[in-house]
């Protein structure tokens, strides 16, 4: 019984609290609340509205696709940065009015465009002591083009 417990394969695990993954763990989306009183979008499991600070709050999943408004290029990381450098990191809009700012992928500095439309995708980012998958989320353009 042990033997089969360590044959399954390892769990995906997301590394942050306001990400949801599908079963499988390849999909995610952004969790978060929606205030009845004012209908703000707030992300994670706030106690108040920022808003209008009303404490009744609907669960809402957010859009996996959005509008890039602005990036810049990382050519000194932070420590600890396991990925390639420089990187891009970007900040995009949710159609709910949301920004999430994480690295953008697949696209080459040269093609990005503020206004294109990114969609949130999910990578294994490293594993845990029990050899567990972290799961990061990134933005890729929809239409991407050229692979870096």
């Known amino acids: 019984m042990a033997e089969q417990?360590?044959?399954k394969s390892?769990?995906?695990?997301?590394?942050?609290?306001?990400?949801k993954l599908s079963e499988?763990?390849?999909?995610?989306?952004?969790i978060g609340k929606r205030c009845r009183n004012c209908h703000e979008y707030l992300m994670g499991n706030p106690v108040f509205c920022l808003n209008c600070s009303s404490q009744e709050f609907d669960s809402v999943e957010?859009?996996?696709?959005?509008?890039?408004?602005?990036?810049t290029v990382i050519y000194v990381p932070p420590p600890g940065w396991k990925g390639d450098?420089?990187?891009?990191l970007g900040s995009v809009e949710l159609p709910e009015g949301l920004e999430v700012t994480t690295e953008i992928i697949d696209c080459p500095k040269e093609a990005l465009k503020v206004g294109m439309k990114m969609k949130l995708v999910m990578k294994v980012g490293g594993q845990?002591?029990?050899g567990n998958e972290l799961i990061v989320h990134k933005w890729q353009p929809v239409n991407q083009g050229v692979k870096k």
């Open 62 to 71: 957010f859009s996996t696709e959005g509008i890039l408004r602005t990036y």
């Open 10 to 19: 390892p769990k995906r695990i997301p590394v942050v609290r306001t990400l």
């Open 85 to 88: 450098v420089p990187y891009i």
């Open 128 to 130: 845990d002591a029990e």
């Open 24 to 30: 499988d763990g390849t999909r995610g989306v952004f």
């Open 5 to 7: 417990e360590k044959a």
